[in-house]
């Protein structure tokens, strides 16, 4: 599962051996495989067995014609693009060719040149389509945001490894920004191009994980109606990033196991493996090397998966990025509500530095969201959730930290300080602290400080 895209993959079906070798040997010679097909039914079963990238497809043919075998493998769940081809079709047949969604047409007899520009010239306009659709799927991502250290190490680490085809093991809380990683490196590779299928391994019942990853055919289970890709399939030649792998069950992890070792899969009700030519980054928030050493998850698919670690650290590691991270959401946010743009008051930024957000990078998002949408004209100390405002949020209900204490006393003795400097006017002290008078009032009261603590 680590080596290189493979050429792409063509099948030709046509009944006329002369025109199947003649189509076969002139591809071959720029570098495509092929799959030279003489019925209908070896055809389907190519589909079936192998992933192909393009058809060439006779429309005269001796059972069904080839328009019909077409939209059979069309109803089956295979979206390829195909070049008809033919001595003698009608102009009526070559039309209805193009409106089944052909990309071309071909007159016999037609030249090597020919048929090879014909092909390039089509996976071409196919690979545009994949791009767009691809660009469509990711348009708004979150991109990674920050200047701390921290996460300049996790970029530089991405995008060292992105230039590999190595297995990559991204650990981190929830809520860190492990997809993102993993998008990084997937947009930084060879494969780029290719798609990138993320999977929450948490979500998918054991039931159904065989048949989400590795795909069905047609009447496999009850239900079954036509055959169905597996996400592993649907990722040939791109990136699969299997969010929450510790939740994987024993039985899924064998199977997983299977296609890292082999590169080849086998589908539900399927009698051939398939091969599959994919890229793995996996993500976890548990100890994945604990879990294995406890036998909860298979130790020798720990170290498949785990060719390159690259740990992401948390929103209170690095509360030097929060301030970089409001302005990025709040532009994103009013967007996409449709709001005007608002100002964060410092103040606002301050106390979201102080918080030690549980639910890191996306729980700040959802908090930013929420502010942007019930304030007024700009977000100020009053819009903050009253949970990020209280003396030991990181500890509700417990005893406060030690850290936690020495922090806010040294704060108590600060702001007093200043209090007393300017003989008890709080507006000239918040003046000075660089923070509004309702926020300098509201901070006293959680510092628990009163006028005898700064009138002589």
């Given amino acids: 599962m680590s080596g290189s895209a493979t050429a792409a993959t063509v099948l030709v079906l046509d009944d006329e051996k002369n025109i199947r070798k003649s189509i076969e040997l002139a591809l071959e010679q720029e570098g495509f495989a092929v799959i030279a097909a003489a019925d209908v039914s070896s055809a389907l079963r190519a589909l079936h067995e192998r992933i192909v990238e393009l058809m060439i497809i006779d429309i005269q043919l001796g059972e069904i014609d080839g328009i019909a075998f077409f939209r059979k493998a069309q109803a089956e769940g295979f979206d ?9 079709a009608t102009l009526t047949q070559a039309a ?57 190490q996790v970029i530089a680490d991405a995008l060292k490894v992105a230039k590999t085809q190595a297995n990559v093991l991204i650990v981190g809380a929830s809520g860190t920004g492990k997809e993102l990683i993993a998008g990084t490196i997937h947009a ?18 054991d039931t159904l994980l065989e048949s989400e990853l590795f795909g069905y055919e047609k009447g496999a289970f ?25 939740d994987l069950s024993l039985p899924a992890q064998a199977k997983i196991l299977r296609v890292l070792q082999n590169g080849e899969l086998q589908k539900v009700g399927a009698q051939q493996s398939v091969k599959v030519d994919v890229r793995v980054l996996s993500g976890t928030h548990k100890d994945l090397k604990q879990a294995a050493a406890d036998g909860a998850f298979r130790e020798d698919l720990y170290y498949r998966l785990n060719v390159v670690p690259i740990r992401v650290p948390s929103l209170r590691e690095r509360p030097e990025d929060i301030p970089l991270l409001v302005n990025f959401f709040v532009r994103r946010m009013c967007e996409k509500n449709h709001l005007k743009p608002k100002a964060v008051d410092e103040e606002v930024v301050w106390e979201l530095q102080r ?21 007024g004209e700009s977000v100020t100390i009053r819009d903050l959730p009253e949970e990020l ?34 003989h008890g006017n709080v507006s000239q002290s918040a003046l000075e602290l660089g923070v509004r008078r309702t926020y300098l009032h509201r901070r006293m009261g959680a510092l628990k400080i009163s006028k005898k603590d700064y009138f002589l």
């Fill in 389 to 422: 405002l209280q003396d030991d949020p990181g500890e509700r209900g417990g005893k406060p930290s030690a850290l936690k204490e020495f922090r806010d006393e040294a704060e108590r003795e600060f702001v007093i300080a200043v209090l007393k400097r300017n």
């Fill in 222 to 246: 009850t239900g079954a109606a036509a055959a169905k890709k597996g996400l592993f399939e649907v990722a040939h030649r791109g990136t699969i990033f299997l969010d929450e792998v510790a």
């Fill in 96 to 152: 209805l060719a193009v409106k089944s969604g052909a990309f071309d047409f071909l007159e016999k007899p037609f030249s090597a040149e020919k048929i090879v520009v014909t092909v390039r010239r089509c996976l071409e306009m196919s690979a545009i389509r994949e791009r767009l659709r691809l660009l469509d799927e990711r348009a708004g991502p979150a991109d990674i945001v920050g200047e701390s250290r921290a996460i300049k």
């Fill in 80 to 88: 390829i693009p195909a070049i008809f081809i033919s001595g003698h």
């Fill in 188 to 205: 930084h590779s060879e494969r780029r191009d290719g798609p990138l299928v993320k999977v929450n391994c948490s979500a998918i019942p």
């Fill in 355 to 375: 918080y030690h957000w549980p639910g890191n990078v996306r729980e700040l998002q959802n908090v930013l969201e929420r502010m942007l949408i019930m304030s």
